[in-house]
């Protein structure tokens, strides 16, 4: 035998194995410790009950059994961000970034832990990062179009938030933030049309009858104004700011008694609103 293949073929299968030990160091690395991912999956059920304060504490034994738990530190971001603890959340987003840097949806995350806390260029950048990572990611495009809308920068939120339903369209948070933008830019019929998918899609949603009523207002069409608004207080009946526009829609048709009714009522719920938070201030 030829000892120079004899030395290449022990230098191969010693390759070989040096690649396997290799390979199963890393897998090992990557995957949770059984312990950490039982108190994973324990938060997991418990952010599913939206129990945060539990879910953290569960976290919080994952990332003690298995720091480099990257899924932990993000999930138990977005219970401090339900909290809204956005120092935290950010905290824990950079931390799972830091192991998983190509992560969209960690990014993503930090950008709405960054937006609660209201620095709206280092939010827009991370969504923007996020995009680049995932550019299917609808949420993170649906996230800056948000930002971009309250920077005033409407024509960049309008064709975030288009690509958003573009690439879901099937959610009414998505038509109501893009009804918003249309608003803004006094695009009255637009936003009818945003708020009227919206409320399609969740029939249910008062916001979406009260905005599209208010759209109707400056469209001047009153009386499908006023069925939107009274819809609105039917299926949140305890929103004062839906009896101050049915009011107003009340006294322009000159129904004193009725806008005389609702501005009552709209008190009352303010005053009943005030009460806790005067209680909470003590």
């Not at 040096?18 to 059920?45: F, H, T």
């Not at 129990?51 to 569960?58: H, V």
Request: proline fraction near 4%; include cysteine.
């Amino acid at each position: 035998m030829d000892a120079r293949k004899s030395n290449c073929r022990i230098g191969l299968v010693t390759a070989s194995l040096v690649s396997l030990a290799l390979a199963a160091v890393i897998s090992s690395a990557a995957e949770p410790k059984p312990q950490a991912a039982d108190a994973y999956g324990r938060g997991i059920g418990q952010l599913q009950k939206n129990e945060p304060q539990a879910a953290i504490a569960s976290f919080d034994e994952a990332i003690r059994l298995d720091p480099r738990h990257a899924a932990a530190w993000h999930k138990r971001a977005q219970c401090h961000y339900l909290k809204g603890d956005a120092r935290k959340a950010i905290d824990d987003c950079t931390e799972a970034i830091k192991l998983e840097p190509a992560n969209a949806d960690f990014h993503c995350g930090r950008g709405s832990a960054l937006l609660q806390a209201g620095n709206l260029d280092k939010a827009i950048a991370d969504y923007g990062e996020a995009v680049r990572l995932d550019p299917k990611l609808a949420k993170a495009w649906y996230n800056r179009g948000r930002a971009f809308l309250q920077m005033n920068a409407l024509d960049n939120a309008l064709a975030d938030l288009t690509e958003a339903i573009r690439l879901q369209p099937g959610l009414a948070p998505f038509y109501l933030v893009r009804g918003q933008v249309h608003a803004k830019r006094q695009d009255y019929p637009k936003f009818v049309a945003d708020y009227s998918e919206a409320i399609r899609l969740e029939p249910g949603c008062a916001e979406a009858w009260l905005g599209r009523g208010l759209a109707r207002v400056f469209l001047g069409q009153t009386d499908e104004a006023l069925n939107d608004v009274t819809e609105a207080i039917r299926l949140r009946p305890d929103h004062a700011e839906s009896y101050r526009v049915r009011s107003y829609l009340y006294q322009s048709r000159g129904a004193a008694e009725k806008a005389l009714a609702d501005q009552t009522k709209a008190a009352d719920l303010e005053k009943t609103a005030a009460r806790p938070a005067a209680s909470r201030a003590q």
